[in-house]
């Protein structure tokens, strides 16, 4: 299959056919994230990385990942530092940027405005996030995470997964979901208060297609039911005030006496990042962190290899890897 020339704006671009591909992909590029071996596959290639809304862990991740196939990386950071703040529509934008680079990663504040961006774009275009609607590439390095720590992607049929926090204005777990429904038979927990519920249509899309949808704000519940347990922060940013986000901040707080109490034995503890470290907020908390079920770190390693995979599959070079590969000789001195 090919992916070469193909925009990542939504978990709609994504078939079960392409996630598993990108999978095998991404585990073929472990070696290469990890930089035990070195590819300069893309060299001469540019990435534009356009995020304008804060971001870190994304932003450095998909810098970190083109980096890592030989490419060069050309940053813009908030909407204040680009042309957008003199009045340039996105289409333009999209027109100019796409004459400068071979690759465009955006985030935006606003939903449907990277794919908006796309339109105008002669380059593929990956969604790093637009508002609250969709984070596809998280997503996948989320399903990634899981087949690694269950053991086969068969594992995501039939999967328990219980989401807990913010999943109103949660992008990350709007697309999580939407991607696992291409599987079977998965049957997810919602853990929030009444009203950071799943959005319904959401909800609904799910259930029309085959899967069961559960809805509390049993924590206890929560972590009984999930063979992997999704937590998130409250989403500060996208609430009409501060004192209306405070009211939710920490109300579903897991620390280890908790998880070891109600979880289902073996399940894996995953998080998008940032864990909000604020006494009283942690999603996770920070006694977790000798857990061997605690995923969040592996995880964000894993994004590295999904978005080189990512860079590889729509750049048209994944059977090129091997051409300009060789073993670090820098792992090896950072090792000692």
Known sequence: MTLRGAHILSTDD???ERIEYLIQLAEQLVPYSQGIRITRVLEGAILANLFFEPSTRSRISFGAAFNRLGGAVRDTVGIGMSSIAKGESLRDTARVISGYADVIVMRHPEVGSVKAFAETSRVPVL???????????QALLDVFTMVRELGSVTALDGLRLTVIGDLKYGRAVHSLVRLLARF????????????????????????QAGHKVDQTSDVRAGLAHGDVVYATRVQEERFASPAEAKRHRGRFSIDRSLYEASAKPGAVLMHPLPRDAREGAQELSTDLDGLEQLAIFRQTDNGISMRMALFAAVLGVEDR????ARESTWVARREL
């Open 14 to 16: 994504l078939s079960r």
């Open 127 to 137: 969604n790093s996030g637009d508002g609250a609607g969709e984070h596809p590439t």
């Open 321 to 324: 890897v091997e051409e300009t």
């Open 184 to 207: 079977d038979r998965v049957h997810l927990m919602c853990v929030a208060d009444p009203e950071l519920q799943l959005p319904p249509a959401i909800c609904s899309a799910l259930r």
